[in-house]
């Protein structure tokens, strides 16, 4: 039997053919005969339009016509000596199944491939079928979406489709929901708050002066997001102490929701280097200026968080400490907690790993 690898360029041929001869009446049988016979002199003499009994026809025929079930699709193609080629899949926990395609391809011989295959995987019962294409495969997006997929989301080299393919309820999740932002009070030995004036953005040229924010990175944690957005803003090294609040908003970033979590860092150096790209100045403010400022007095959300984070700085306040905590994997995880109300549960290994 000729298995697939060995038909590749074959696979490939026949597919053109069909499309020579279904799309174009001026492409005589001859023509399509001597494409084939340039693949494999076996098909030299053949005559497309002989009959549907011959290989070359029955190959060509069914590439373009629908046979009804896979079943059917196999028996007739092990009849001719073919044997059909599936895209490589793994299985996700959900009962669906994940295709990287990771080499470039034909589109005509991804659309008959991913054709085949969605018919094993629906009679093997799968739920959704996930196809990641690099952003060299773009040209079998239109064949993806006309086979059922849709977009589910993309990155800088690759987009993510997705069709769920079962008569079950469609259980696919949204993509991300959230954005994860970080503001950080640093407050310094003479009581004074470090704050900056962006030069972009939202707050750019009308004097306010604000904490230190910025969007969490992929695969940070909040707590290290907070020490490298000062870093990044001011040039100040600081200690991660514990999250003072947050607040959750909706259709902000692209529609998306949003997550700001206020931290509390401890300085331990105090010359300002402001980032230049993006900080138009940046100083230690004494805290009643900063609190007189019309900008936090005047904004109910702005004007909470000062007052808690002035609890915390008069000890009537606790905030949420970190913990490193192993996960069901195995994996350490960072647990944000009140330390002071729950040091109780915790044993004193445990406070001794944190430090």
């Known amino acids: 039997m000729m298995r697939y690898g060995a038909c590749n360029k074959l696979y490939r041929t026949c597919l053109l053919a069909t499309k020579l001869s279904h799309t174009s009446s001026q492409v005589s049988p001859h023509t399509v005969t001597t494409l084939l016979s340039s693949v494999n002199p076996e098909f030299q003499g053949h005559n497309v339009s002989n009959s549907k009994n011959s290989f070359l026809s029955r190959r060509v025929y069914m590439s373009s016509v629908s046979l009804g079930s896979l079943a059917a699709k196999e028996q007739e193609g092990h009849q001719k000596g073919i044997e059909f080629q599936l895209l490589r899949a793994v299985e996700d926990q959900h009962g669906g199944v994940v295709v990287n395609i990771d080499e470039t391809m034909d589109t005509l011989v991804f659309a008959s491939m991913l054709d085949v295959s969605l018919a094993r995987w629906k009679e093997q019962g799968k739920k959704g079928v996930w196809i990641k294409l690099p952003i060299e495969n773009s040209n079998l997006v239109a064949a993806a979406v006309k086979a059922g997929f849709r977009y589910h989301h993309a990155e800088p080299d690759y987009v993510m489709?997705?069709?769920?393919?079962?008569?079950?309820?469609?259980?696919?999740?949204?993509?991300?929901?959230?954005r994860v932002g970080i503001g950080a009070f640093v407050m310094n030995s003479n009581g004074e708050l470090l704050v900056v004036q962006e030069s972009n953005g939202r707050f750019s040229g009308k004097g306010i002066w604000k904490l230190p924010t910025g969007a969490v990175n992929e695969g940070e944690d909040i707590c290290t997001a907070a020490i490298r957005e000062v870093k990044e803003e001011t040039g100040i090294d600081t200690e991660f102490v514990e999250v003072l609040a947050f607040r959750q908003s909706h259709q902000t970033f692209f529609q998306k929701s949003d997550l700001f979590f206020a931290c509390l860092l401890q300085p331990y150096s105090f010359k300002i280097q402001r980032q230049a790209s993006e900080i138009a100045a940046a100083q230690w403010m004494p805290i009643e200026d900063y609190v007189a400022q019309p900008f936090v007095r005047e904004n109910e959300l702005f004007d909470l968080l000062t007052k808690i984070w002035l609890s915390k700085v008069d000890e009537k306040y606790t905030g949420f400490s970190t913990i490193l905590a192993k996960t069901s994997k195995s994996k350490k995880s960072y647990l944000y907690f009140n330390k002071k109300d729950a040091s109780c549960l915790l044993s004193p290994n445990s406070i001794k790993d944190q430090s």
């Open 161 to 178: 489709l997705v069709n769920w393919i079962s008569n079950a309820p469609n259980t696919i999740p949204p993509n991300a929901s959230h």
